[in-house]
C-alpha cells in the first residue's frame, strides 16, 4: 500500500502542463465504440481509471493499445454488451458504456454501481431518457438490462443538467431514428469535448455547449482521431496549491475560461492571475483571505475543486462559508481535514470554514480523489509531517501527482507500507 509523507512548509515555483481530463477520456473510450474500426485517443491521462476503461473495453471485445499519452482502441464489428460489476464497482463512470451499447448492440447489460464515499448517485435521468426513446430497462440483479428493436429519437427535459444523462443521451441518440432534443442539458467542457469528437464521428449536432443539444440521428458513424481536453480539475488543484503554499506557477495547456469561476475566486483570496490562450499564471505572496463557494453545474464552480477550496479557507484570513449543491456526501472529508487542526463545521449542503493561521501535520485518510487532492493540499501547508492514506483514489484521476509537487519544489514522497 502507498502512501503520500509530505512535510509542510515549502512555497511552490515552477511550470506545469496538465494532461487530458479524467472526466472527457472515459467517454470518448466508450464513444468509440459508436464506430466499428481503429479510432485513436491523444493527450490521454496515465490515470487509473483509464486502465480500467481499457479493461472494460477489452472485455466488451475491443483491442486497446496505449503508447505513451495516445491510446489505439480497435472496435469489433458485434461488441459484446455485457459490463460486469467487478469492473463497475471500480469505477462507476463505467455505466458511460450504456448509451453507445444500447446504440450499437440494440442491448446493454451494465451492473448498477451503487453510491459511493462522495453520495448517492442516482441513474433515473439515464433511465427515463432512454426509455423514451424505445428502450426496456429493468433493473435485475444488480444488472441494469436494456433492449430496444431501434432507438427513436424523443424530446428530453433533464430535471438537472446531468454530465453522466448527457452523455447517455448523446451517445443514444447519435444513430437514433429521428431527431433528439435534450433540454436542461449539461454544458461542461467535457461534453463540449464528446460532442465535438462525435461531430467528428460523422454525428449531427447542434447546440452544442448551450443547454439545449439537438441530435439528428445519422445511419452510421466512422473512427476518429481525437485529442482529449486538458483537466481544468487538475489544472484548478495547481492553481489552489500554490493559493495556499505562496510562490508562483505558470499552467500550461487549459483555457482561463474552463475555470473562470475557481480563477475568480482565488483572485478575491489575494493571488494575482493572468491568463492569455492556454496559459494561466498564478502567484500569491501572502495568507490567503477565505471566500465563499458555491458548486454548481458549469459555467457554476465545479464540485470537483469543493474539497481544494474548503483547505485554502481553512489556513485562510477570515471566515467563509461553503455550499455543495451536487453531492451530499462530499463534506465528509472535513472530519480528516479537522486532524490537521481545521476548524470546519458542516451543517446540511453548508460549511463554515474559520481561517486558522498555522495548521499542524498528522495522518490522514483520502476517501475520494478529490478530498484526497483536498489533503494533500493541506498537508503542504500544515507545520510538520503529514501522512495521506488511500492515495489510490488520489491515484484514479491524477497523472504523476507526486511527482508533479516535487517538480514545484514540494517536499513528498510516495511510500510503499
Ligand atoms: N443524478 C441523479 N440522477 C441521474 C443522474 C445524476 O440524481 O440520473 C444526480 C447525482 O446523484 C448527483 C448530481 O445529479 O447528485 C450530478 O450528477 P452528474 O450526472 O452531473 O455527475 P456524474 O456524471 O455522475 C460527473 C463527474 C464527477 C463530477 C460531476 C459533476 C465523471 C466520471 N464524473 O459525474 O466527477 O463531480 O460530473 O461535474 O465524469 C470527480 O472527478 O471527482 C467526480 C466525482
Not at 22 to 45: C, D, E, H, R
Not at 68 to 80: A, C, G, H, S, Y
Not at 204 to 211: F, K, P
Request: with cysteine; net charge negative; hydrophobic share 45%.
Amino acid at each position: 500500500m502507498s502512501v503520500f509523507r509530505i512535510q509542510g512548509g515549502e512555497t511552490l515555483r515552477g511550470e506545469v502542463v496538465v494532461p487530458g481530463a479524467k472526466n472527457s477520456v472515459l467517454k470518448l473510450m466508450a464513444a468509440t465504440l459508436l464506430a466499428p474500426g481503429l479510432s485513436t485517443l491523444t493527450n490521454v491521462p496515465d490515470i487509473e481509471d483509464v486502465t480500467i476503461m481499457s479493461e472494460l473495453l477489452r472485455r466488451l471485445g475491443c483491442e486497446v493499445k496505449h503508447v505513451d499519452e495516445t491510446i489505439f482502441i480497435q472496435v469489433p464489428l458485434r461488441p459484446d454488451h455485457r459490463a460486469d460489476y467487478d469492473l463497475v464497482r471500480k469505477m462507476r463512470a463505467s455505466i458511460c458504456v450504456l448509451g453507445p451499447l444500447i446504440a450499437r448492440c440494440g442491448a446493454a447489460d451494465v451492473a448498477v454501481p451503487g453510491g459511493d464515499n462522495i453520495g448517492s448517485r442516482g441513474l433515473d435521468m439515464h433511465v427515463e431518457a432512454l426509455r423514451k426513446m424505445g428502450v426496456h430497462v429493468n433493473n435485475e440483479h444488480g444488472y441494469l438490462l436494456a433492449e430496444c428493436e431501434g432507438l427513436t429519437g424523443a424530446n428530453i427535459l433533464l430535471d438537472f443538467p446531468s454530465v453522466g444523462a448527457t452523455e447517455t443521451i448523446l451517445m443514444a441518440a447519435v444513430t437514433a431514428r429521428g431527431e433528439s432534443v435534450i433540454e436542461n442539458a449539461a454544458r461542461e467542457p467535457e461534453i463540449v469535448d464528446i460532442c465535438e469528437m462525435l461531430v467528428g464521428m460523422g454525428a449531427d449536432i447542434a447546440g452544442i455547449g448551450t443547454s439545449t443539444i439537438t441530435i439528428t440521428g445519422v445511419s452510421d458513424l466512422t473512427p476518429i482521431t481525437h485529442r482529449v481536453v486538458s483537466d481544468r480539475i487538475v489544472a484548478g488543484t495547481w492553481a489552489v496549491a500554490v493559493a495556499m503554499a505562496q510562490g508562483e506557477l505558470t499552467i500550461h495547456g487549459v483555457p482561463a475560461e474552463h475555470i473562470a469561476l475557481p480563477l475568480e475566486k482565488l483572485q478575491a483570496t489575494g493571488a494575482q492571475i493572468d491568463s492569455g490562450g492556454q496559459t494561466i499564471h498564478v502567484r500569491m505572496d501572502t495568507r490567503p483571505q477565505c471566500v465563499d463557494v458555491v458548486t454548481l453545474p458549469f459555467p457554476g464552480f465545479p464540485t470537483d475543486l469543493q474539497p481544494q477550496f474548503i483547505a485554502l479557507n481553512a489556513i485562510g484570513q477570515g471566515a467563509s462559508l461553503v455550499t455543495e449543491n451536487l453531492f451530499e456526501a462530499r463534506f465528509r472529508f472535513v472530519q480528516e481535514l479537522a486532524r490537521l487542526g481545521a476548524d470546519v463545521r458542516t451543517d446540511g449542503h453548508h460549511a463554515l470554514i474559520r481561517g486558522k493561521e498555522k495548521l499542524s501535520g498528522a495522518p490522514v485518510e483520502a476517501t475520494d480523489i478529490r478530498a484526497g487532492a483536498g489533503l494533500v493540499l493541506a498537508g503542504l501547508v500544515a507545520q510538520g509531517s503529514t501522512t495521506v492514506y488511500g492515495v489510490s483514489h488520489i491515484d484514479r484521476g491524477y497523472a504523476h501527482f507526486v511527482e508533479t509537487l516535487q517538480g514545484l519544489g514540494a517536499n513528498i514522497l510516495r511510500v510503499d507500507e
